[in-house]
C-alpha cells in the first residue's frame, strides 16, 4: 500500500497538523518570496540540471551503496549496507543542501548567505558552497561549540566565512538558530538564510528534504542494481533530521520498506540528560515551526545533552513529527555510550570512522540486523565521516 | 469598548500619543516588576507591556532577550506572573490596562484557551503575540474573544495591504505596527518612509496604530505627533531598569512621557 506524501506539506506548510510558520511578520515576505522561488526552480530543468551537475562533479555523487561485510559477519544476521554520505565532499550530507540553497540564493538574485551550526558541518558546508558560488558568508556559532569543534572552526575561516559566536541563552545549536533567524530579519533584502536541516519555518523543511532527497532516490535505484529489490530495513540518524529526511522521503510510498529514526538518547532518559526530541518530547512550537519539542512545564525550551554536537538539537522537523503520528517511521534512541562503542566497531571492523550522529545510527542497524535473517538487508544512512569527533573520542574514551 | 479602546480614544480627544512601556516580568524579580509598573503609571505611562520571559525569543533583540535569559535564571514561572499580576490589578487605585507580551510557543504549551483565561482573571487587557501570524491565529483569536481579552497583533513595512487588512481583522484594541525591518532596539525609522508607512495602514484599518520597534528616545516619540495613536518603548526601559535600577526606570520614563505631550504652538 502507498501513502500519498507526494504533496505534503501543504499550501500553509503543514505536514498533518505539524509545520506551518510561527514567526514574527517581518520575516513573512521574505518567506512567501522564498517559497515562490523554490517552487519555480523546483520545476525549471535548468536549475535541477545545474543542481545534479554540481552534485556530481563537485560533491562526487551518487555516493556509494556499500556492504559492510565484515560488520555483517560479526553480527550474524541481516545484511548491513552504508549509504556513504560521509564519502561527500566535506565529509557529510550537509553539503547536499547547502549547494543547493546557495543556487537558490543567487536565482533570488541575493548576494549573501547566512547558516547556523552546532557542530560545524552545516557551517562548513556552507562556507563550501559560499566559496564555490562567491557569496560571502556568515556562519553563527555557540560560544560553547566554538570551543568544542576547532577544526571546523578553522575549515570555515579558511574558506573566507566569518565565523560569528552567538553568547546568549544556552551558547549552543538553538541560540544559534535564534541568532541567525533574527539577522535575517534585519538583512533579508540582500541575504539568505540556509537553514541546516529539516526545521524552522515553511518552506524550509521542505526545501532542504527535497535538496536532501538525493540520498533516498540513489538508494532505491542501487538497490535495485546492486540487489535487484529493495531494502528491508532503512535506518537513519536524527538530529534536526534532515538526512533521515533525505533517505526516508523516497521510500515513504514503500509500505513494505521498514523506517527507522534513531536520536541520541545521551546519558539517560532524565530531561536535559538526552535529545530524543520524537521518544520523550511533545507537541510544541519552537524555530517557527509546530513539531515535537522538549520543553518544561511552561514551555521554556529544555537543555539538551548528547555526546553528538549534531544531534543536540531539542526540536526536530515537523515531517518526522508527521511520520511518526501516522506510524509511517519507528523512532527510537541510542545513548552516548552505546555510541562511542558503534564508532569504535565500525572503526575496527570496517576502517571507517564514523562521525558521532552516524554512529548512533551504526547501533540501531546493528541491533536491527541482528534479529534478522541473511538475506534480508538494512541500509544505513551514512551521514558524516568521523574527523571532525576525532579529538573529543580521544578525550572520552582515553585513547 | 474594552480597557484599551477607552484609553487611547480618550488620550486621542486630547491630541495626546499613548506612552506604553514595556517591561520584563522578573527582572530581577517580580518585586521589582511590581514597583517598575506603578513607578511607569506614576510617571505617565496610558499602557503598560509585561514581557514574559522565553528560552528562544526570535523577535526581540539581544537587550530584551538578555532580560529575559535573568529573568529565566531566577526560576521564574508563568504561573508567579499571574499571581503578581493579579494582585496588583485588584488594587482598587490601579487602573492602567496590562498587556501581554507573549511567545506562542508559551501559550499553547499552557494551552491556548487555558492562557487566555488565566491572563484574563489576572487582570490583563490584553495579549500581543509577536511570533503569531495571522494564518495561525484563529485558535487564539477565538479565545481571546471569548475571554474578552484584546489580541494584538503586528504589521510590518514589508506587510501587504491584503495582509495588513487581514491581521487588523483579528486585532482588538490597537494595530501594532513595527516601525523597521529587524528587530526591537535597533536603528529608527526614517520620518518620512514611516509617515507613508502608517498612512497606507490606515487605508486599511479604524484601528489606533501604536509604533513600537527601535523607538528609544524622546525625539523618535516626537516624530509620531499626528501620525500614529501610540508609542512603544522596550529596550532602553529595560536597559535602564536593569543598569540604574527604578531609579534610572524612573527618570527615563519622565522624559519618553513628556514627548508624548501635544506640542505647543
Ligand atoms: C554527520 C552528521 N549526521 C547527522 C547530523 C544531524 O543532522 P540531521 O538530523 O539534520 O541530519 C549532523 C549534523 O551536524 C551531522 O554532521
Not at chain 2, 210 to 238: D, K, M, N, T, Y
Request: glycine letters at 10%; one cysteine or more; proline letters at 5%.
Amino acid at each position: 500500500m502507498a501513502i500519498l506524501t507526494e504533496n505534503l506539506p501543504d499550501s500553509r506548510g503543514r505536514f498533518g497538523r505539524f509545520g506551518g510558520r510561527f514567526v514574527p511578520e517581518t520575516l513573512m515576505f521574505a518567506l512567501e518570496q522564498l517559497t515562490a522561488a523554490y517552487l519555480e526552480a523546483k520545476s525549471d530543468p535548468t536549475f535541477q540540471k545545474e543542481f545534479r551537475q554540481i552534485m556530481a562533479d563537485y560533491v562526487g555523487r551518487p555516493s556509494r551503496l556499500y556492504y559492510a561485510k565484515r560488520l555483517t559477519e560479526h553480527v550474524g544476521g541481516a545484511q548491513i549496507y552504508f549509504k556513504r554520505e560521509d564519502l561527500n565532499h566535506t565529509g557529510a550530507h550537509k553539503i547536499n543542501n547547502a549547494i543547493g540553497q546557495a543556487l537558490l540564493t543567487k536565482r533570488m538574485g541575493k548576494t549573501n548567505i547566512i547558516a547556523e551550526t552546532g557542530a560545524g558541518q552545516h557551517g562548513v558546508a556552507s562556507a563550501t558552497a559560499g566559496a564555490l558560488l562567491n557569496l560571502p558568508c556568515r556562519v553563527y556559532m555557540g560560544s560553547e561549540d566554538i570551543r568544542r569543534q576547532e577544526l571546523n572552526v578553522f575549515r570555515m575561516k579558511a574558506m573566507g566565512t566569518q565565523v560569528v559566536p552567538v553568547e546568549s541563552g544556552s551558547k549552543t545549536l538553538r541560540d544559534a538558530v535564534n541568532e541567525a533567524m533574527r539577522e535575517w530579519m534585519a538583512t533579508v533584502e540582500n541575504t539568505h538564510y540556509i537553514i541546516g536541516s529539516v526545521i524552522g519555518p515553511h518552506p524550509f523543511p521542505m526545501i532542504v528534504r527535497d535538496f536532501q532527497s538525493v540520498i533516498g532516490e540513489e538508494t532505491i535505484a542501487q538497490s535495485f542494481e546492486q540487489f535487484g529489490t529493495l531494502p528491508n530495513v532503512v535506518v537513519a540518524c536524527v538530529g534536526g533530521g534532515s538526512n533521515a529526511a533525505g533517505m526516508f522521503y523516497p521510500f515513504i510510498p514503500y509500505s513494505e520498506v521498514e523506517l527507522v529514526g534513531v536520536e541520541a538518547g545521551g546519558r539517560s532518559c532524565e530531561s536535559g540528560e538526552h535529545a530524543s526530541t520524537l521518544s520523550y518530547g511533545q507537541p510544541g512550537v519552537l524555530h517557527g515551526t509546530f513539531s515535537y519539542v522538549l520543553q518544561d512545564h511552561d514551555g521554556q525550551t529544555s537543555p539538551v545533552h548528547s555526546v553528538s554536537a549534531g544531534l543536540d538539537y531539542p526540536g526536530v522537523g515537523p515531517e518526522h513529527a508527521y511520520w511518526k503520528e501516522i506510524q509511517r517511521v519507528r523512532y527510537t534512541s541510542v545513548g552516548d555510550r552505546d555510541a562511542l562503542e558503534g564508532f569504535a566497531l565500525c572503526s575496527r571492523l570496517e576502517g571507517i570512522l564514523p562521525a558521532l550522529e552516524t554512529a548512533h545510527g551504526i547501533v540501531e542497524t546493528v541491533r536491527i540486523a541482528a534479529k534478522r535473517p541473511k538475506h534480508e538487508r538494512v541500509v544505513l544512512c551514512f551521514s558524516g565521516r568521523g574527523d571532525k569527533d576525532c579529538a573529543e573520542i580521544a578525550r572520552l574514551l582515553k585513547l | 469598548m474594552s480597557a484599551i479602546a477607552t484609553e487611547l480614544a480618550k488620550l486621542k480627544a486630547k491630541k495626546q500619543l499613548a506612552f506604553i512601556p514595556f517591561i520584563t516580568a522578573g527582572d530581577p524579580d517580580l518585586e521589582t516588576t511590581v514597583s517598575a509598573i506603578t513607578t511607569l503609571v506614576d510617571q505617565g505611562a496610558n499602557l503598560i507591556e509585561i514581557g514574559f520571559p522565553f528560552s528562544d525569543p526570535v523577535a526581540d533583540g539581544p537587550i530584551i532577550q538578555a532580560s529575559y535569559t535573568r529573568a529565566l535564571e531566577k526560576g521564574i514561572k508563568i504561573l508567579d506572573i499571574f499571581t503578581r499580576v493579579q494582585e496588583l490589578t485588584s488594587r482598587p487605585d490601579f487602573h492602567t490596562p496590562l498587556v501581554g507580551m507573549v511567545s506562542y510557543s508559551l501559550i499553547f504549551r499552557y494551552g491556548v484557551a487555558e492562557f487566555t483565561f488565566a491572563a484574563k482573571s489576572a487582570g490583563f487587557a490584553g495579549l500581543i503575540v509577536p511570533d503569531l501570524p495571522p494564518e495561525e491565529a484563529d485558535e487564539l483569536s477565538q479565545a481571546t474573544q471569548s475571554a474578552e481579552l484584546d489580541l494584538i497583533l503586528l504589521v510590518t513595512p514589508t506587510t501587504t495591504l491584503e495582509r495588513a487588512k487581514k491581521i487588523a481583522s483579528l486585532s482588538r484594541g490597537f494595530l501594532y505596527c513595527v516601525s523597521i525591518v529587524g528587530i526591537t532596539g535597533t536603528q529608527s525609522a526614517q520620518q518620512q518612509s514611516l509617515q507613508q508607512y502608517l498612512e497606507r495602514i490606515r487605508t486599511v484599518t479604524d484601528l489606533p496604530l501604536c509604533v513600537g520597534f527601535g523607538i528609544s528616545q524622546p525625539e523618535h516619540i516626537q516624530r509620531l505627533q499626528g501620525l500614529a495613536e501610540g508609542a512603544i518603548v522596550g529596550s532602553s526601559l529595560v536597559r535602564c531598569l536593569h543598569e540604574k535600577g527604578i531609579e534610572g526606570l524612573k527618570q527615563q520614563a519622565q522624559k519618553l512621557a513628556q514627548a508624548t505631550l501635544p506640542t505647543q504652538g
